[in-house]
T-cell receptor, first 114, second 113 residues
Framework: QKEVEQNSGPLSVPEGAIASLNCTYSDRGSQSFFWYRQYSGKSPELIMSIYSNGDKEDGRFTAQLNKASQYVSLLIRDSQPSDSATYLCAVKPGSGAGSYQLTFGKGTKLSVIP | KAGVTQTPRYLIKTRGQQVTLSCSPISGHRSVSWYQQTPGQGLQFLFEYFSETQRNKGNFPGRFSGRQFSNSRSEMNVSTLELGDSALYLC????????????FGDGTRLSIL
């Protein structure tokens, strides 16, 4: 059973701080990794995708991937109250059965305190 | 560019009925995936279609079925509805279903009375 684990939170950070969201996955053959943001009552919105070990930056967001440790993280710099949402980690295997499906973690709820 | 369109947005049904949900992917996207989201289980994969063929199916009973048309639009059907089928049903599309990210529609919220 391929699993994606996230701390459910809530993770509370003050406005302007760095929020760090973490995700681990069980399938060592996973090749594609995605972070989605979901506001309450809304559908998931893609924030970042990452495929190679290391860091990938996009504005205030940085995704970090370590395939050896089976770990992916999302850093949000200068956190804003509008960043308050549930952040979903999603993983896709590289090949074999299930290679066309995303497996999601249950999400981490982030609360940015003004 | 229009996003993923799901209809209807809300549905109320009673136990034993059946329901059909519709999804129109982003123009040019040929892969369509369906997910069920509930507070307890999170997002769970139902099935994925590409070129009218189901390539992957999640661990759901046979009451859940789907299909894809030649224009890449997709439908999912749930028969003999149960109270536990109450959920947000999300459709997501991508170009080919490979490494590209999936983009979600607004979902259909299904309530079973």
């Amino acid at each position: 059973q391929k699993e994606v684990e996230q701390n459910s939170g809530p993770l509370s950070v003050p406005e302007g701080a760095i929020a760090s969201l973490n995700c681990t996955y069980s399938d060592r053959g996973s090749q594609s990794f995605f972070w989605y943001r979901q506001y309450s009552g809304k559908s998931p919105e893609l924030i970042m995708s990452i495929y190679s070990n290391g860091d990938k930056e996009d504005g205030r967001f940085t995704a970090q991937l370590n395939k050896a440790s089976q770990y992916v993280s999302l850093l949000i710099r200068d956190s804003q109250p509008s960043d308050s949402a549930t952040y979903l980690c999603a993983v896709k295997p590289g090949s074999g059965a299930g290679s066309y499906q995303l497996t999601f973690g249950k999400g981490t709820k982030l609360s940015v305190i003004p | 560019k229009a996003g993923v369109t799901q209809t209807p947005r809300y549905l109320i049904k009673t136990r034993g009925q059946q329901v059909t949900l519709s999804c129109s992917p982003i123009s040019g996207h040929r892969s369509v995936s369906w997910y069920q989201q509930t507070p307890g289980q999170g997002l769970q994969f139902l099935f994925e279609y590409f070129s009218e063929t189901q390539r992957n199916k999640g661990n759901f009973p046979g009451r859940f079925s789907g299909r894809q048309f030649s224009n890449s639009r997709s439908e999912m059907n749930v028969s003999t509805l149960e109270l536990g089928d109450s959920a947000l049903y999300l459709c997501a599309s991508s170009w080919t279903g490979g490494d590209q990210p999936q983009h979600f529609g607004d979902g259909t919220r299904l309530s079973i009375l």
